[in-house]
């Protein structure tokens, strides 16, 4: 698991605990002109925000009220009586996680250390962006393409819906969302231009290695 500051549980005086929502690591309008302020205040204040409200409200009471959100993700996932608060609490982290894979002037070179791992797995690294934009438009649907570590190789994977790679016992390096509302505002069903897009300009490849431990 990463060290990402997924939001501090706060305990409320005869509350439950309450997952927060994580602030943005930047502003609104850092991402522009490859993400719009636009559609960044309504994913993070409406989308991002409405999954970590449900969560809230659908573990109140229940024997997951005082887990962190990463125990609540591992301990729902595969049981469908528990669905609903799965998808909210890996929604919630997911989010997180794919605003801190990217950073204003992103993109470019991968530090020496996560570079050489990209060589060792896909040849160079634009084969690896190459893999991450193609496995990001072959998600039918809403969902996450994804960098991880499988058994410390480096791999491209893309996940449905809230799926989210450390069920599957991967080890995430970083993100981008691939549900529409992550696009739409700025390249309509051009799903293909925003993830080049994010690749070339934002994608923030020191978080990668942070998280490659
Ligand atoms: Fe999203």
Redesign the pocket.
């Given at each position: 698991m990463s060290n990402l500051n997924t939001g501090t549980p706060s305990t409320v005086p005869g509350a439950t605990s309450l997952h927060s929502l994580a602030p943005l690591p930047y502003t609104e309008n850092a991402l522009e002109p490859i993400i719009s302020a636009k559609t960044l205040s309504f994913?993070y204040g409406k989308?991002?925000k409405g999954y970590v409200d449900n969560l809230n409200r659908l573990i109140a009471d229940t024997e997951y009220a005082d887990l962190t959100l990463e125990k609540i993700v591992t301990s729902t996932a595969g049981k469908p009586e528990r669905t609903a608060i799965f998808n909210n609490a890996a929604q919630a982290w997911n989010?997180t996680f794919?605003w801190n894979s990217m950073k204003p002037n992103g993109g470019g070179e991968p530090p020496v250390a996560l570079r050489q791992k990209i060589e060792a797995a896909f040849g160079n690294v634009e084969a690896c962006k190459k893999e991450l934009a193609s496995t990001a438009v072959a998600q039918f649907g809403s969902g996450w393409a994804w960098l991880v570590l499988d058994s410390g190789v480096l791999k491209v994977v893309k996940t449905a819906n809230a799926d989210i790679p450390m069920t599957l016992g991967f080890t995430p390096l970083l993100t981008i969302?691939v549900?529409e509302?992550?696009y739409y505002l700025d390249y309509q069903n051009r799903r293909v231009d925003y993830a080049n897009a994010v690749l070339d300009k934002l994608i923030n490849w020191e978080f990668a290695l942070q998280n490659a431990g």
């Open positions: 994913h989308h991002h989010h794919y969302d549900w509302h992550a």
